[in-house]
């Protein structure tokens, strides 16, 4: 079966310190890749996806960036943390093939808190 | 562009009650919609989906959920509420694409069962 694991689950940074949260996934090849940031009140905001190696997709202009260096890594960073960078981080993964078998979820990691001070 | 909305940001109920959490969206085609249930602190697992068939679709947990496209809703139904329920509900909307599974989610409703 499938699982997803994202790294640290709690982080507490200075502002401007940089920042770098680890997700991978097992039991699945070639999976499209998700980073989601949720605010109190705000749901969940779609912040970086990627479809392959290399392949990276920003949703909104912000102060991060992600990466992915292997088949089933995604990573998060920042070179310098905001005040506003605060917030409960969320990796999750999908099927990537097209057909019946993709019926359109996500699954998703069990979050990063992030707290800059 | 496809939007959620719950229209409830809180609701209370007593356990052993019935529940029905809301769910309007907007999108342009025929949707993939989605529940989905979060503890505090914790991931965010699946309920229920839907993509095509049974307008009524059974999920984990004794959830239900009822597609109506003439009201463009995708409500959550539970027949009688465990005080285990409470979390925070999200209802998403999405399409599959060449870049993704494009899902937007809701900005929740928080559920607090009394006993």
């Known amino acids: 079966s499938q699982t997803i694991h994202q790294w640290p689950a709690t982080l507490v940074q200075p502002v401007g310190s940089p920042l770098s949260l680890e997700c991978t996934v097992e039991?699945?090849?070639?999976?499209?890749l998700y980073w989601y940031r949720q605010a109190a009140g705000r749901g969940l905001q779609l912040l970086f996806y990627?479809?392959?190696?290399?392949?990276i997709s920003s949703e909104v202009p912000q102060n991060l960036s992600a990466s992915r260096p292997q088949d089933r890594q995604f990573i998060l960073s920042s070179k310098k943390l905001l005040l506003s960078d605060s917030g409960f981080y969320l990796c999750?993964?999908?099927?990537?093939?097209?057909?019946?078998?993709?019926?359109?979820?996500?699954?998703f990691g069990e979050g990063s808190r992030l707290t800059v001070l | 562009a496809q939007s959620v909305t719950q229209p409830d940001i809180h609701i209370t109920v007593s356990e052993g009650a019935s529940l029905e959490l809301r769910c309007n969206y907007s999108?342009?085609?025929?949707?993939?919609l989605f529940w989905y249930v979060q503890s505090p602190g914790q991931g965010l697992q699946l309920l229920l989906k839907?993509?095509?068939?049974?307008?009524l679709v059974q999920g984990i947990k004794g959830f239900e959920a009822e597609f109506k496209r003439s009201q463009s809703s995708f409500n959550l139904r539970k027949p009688s509420v465990h005080w285990s329920d409470a979390a925070e509900y999200f209802c998403?909307?999405?399409?599959?694409?060449?870049?993704?599974?494009?899902?937007?989610f809701g900005t929740g409703t928080q559920l607090k069962v009394e006993l």
């Open positions: 999750a993964w999908s099927d990537s093939r097209w057909g019946n078998t993709n019926t359109g979820e996500l699954f």
């Open positions: 039991g699945t090849s070639n999976p499209n």
């Open positions: 990627s479809v392959g190696i290399g392949q």
């Open positions: 999108y342009g085609a025929t949707p993939y």
């Open positions: 839907y993509f095509s068939g049974d307008t």
């Open positions: 998403a909307v999405g399409a599959i694409t060449g870049g993704g599974n494009k899902l937007t």
